[in-house]
């Protein structure tokens, strides 16, 4: 068993490549942030919790996720992609030294980089599948769906994330810019560290994913 990881900012398309890649590569998609929106759909005691401070852009303490990946680790014995998780020097931290008691490899860190500027109007315009199963993601400028406010593949109503208005996206940024050089530090010396320019089309970034996940990691 091997845990893969996307890091970048919001918006730069960690969600949108992890979904294509775990179809081609038969890997497990942990999304920190799909796990936590649906504790906050179904209201449960975390969900409560974190809701608020989800909708504003701010992170959820690190024991808080730290603890749901590492239960979820536990229960999985296939390869796993993370897609925003880990997101601080000491989320990176933790689940190292989880790993390595665990005995599960690291494999691909990689990370996705994207001009600032491009961010918001892509975070701003995001659409998702409601059906948390389906969860496709749309864009209403470069990837609209086919009849408006409805998802192409399983027909469920589309949502605009609660924290996807300009005013969350800032607040988002500002967490991101106090966490990320730490985070990103941590790995840039690792073997399976690889940049990936983000600032091109999605299909191009994903034919370089999947060209990279052919490597072993
Ligand atoms: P995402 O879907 O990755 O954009 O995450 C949406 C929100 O979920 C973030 O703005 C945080 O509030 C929370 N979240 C997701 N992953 C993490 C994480 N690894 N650490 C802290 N908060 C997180």
Same mark, same amino acid.
């Given at each position: 068993m091997k845990v893969h990881i996307l890091i970048g900012p919001p918006g730069c398309g960690k969600g949108t490549q992890a979904k294509r890649l775990v179809e081609k590569r038969s890997l497990i998609h942990l999304s920190t942030g799909d796990i936590l929106r649906d504790a906050v759909s179904k209201g449960t005691e975390i969900g409560l919790r974190v809701?608020?401070?989800m909708a504003s852009g701010m992170l959820v303490d690190d024991n808080t996720v730290n603890g749901i990946v590492f239960a979820r680790l536990q229960d999985e014995t296939g390869d796993v992609l993370f897609d925003g998780y880990p997101r601080t020097l000491s989320q990176a931290e933790s689940l190292q030294t989880f790993l390595s008691v665990q005995g599960i490899a690291?494999? $691909?860190?990689?990370?996705?980089e994207i001009r600032e500027q491009e961010l918001e109007a892509r975070v701003v315009n995001r659409r998702v599948c409601s059906n948390n199963s389906c969860g496709a993601?749309?864009?209403l400028n470069s990837k609209a769906p086919r009849v408006e406010g409805v998802c192409d593949l399983c027909g469920s109503p589309l949502k605009h994330r609660a924290d996807d208005t300009t005013e969350?996206?800032?607040s988002r940024m500002v967490e991101f810019n106090k966490?990320?050089?730490p985070l990103q530090a941590f790995y840039q010396g690792m073997p399976n560290y690889r940049f990936v320019e983000g600032n091109r089309p999605p299909d191009e970034i994903y034919d370089q994913?999947?060209?990279? $996940?052919?490597?072993?990691?």
């Open positions: 809701k608020a401070l690291l494999g $691909f860190v990689v990370d996705i993601i749309y864009n969350a996206f800032r966490t990320f050089k994913l999947v060209h990279l $996940f052919q490597e072993q990691a």
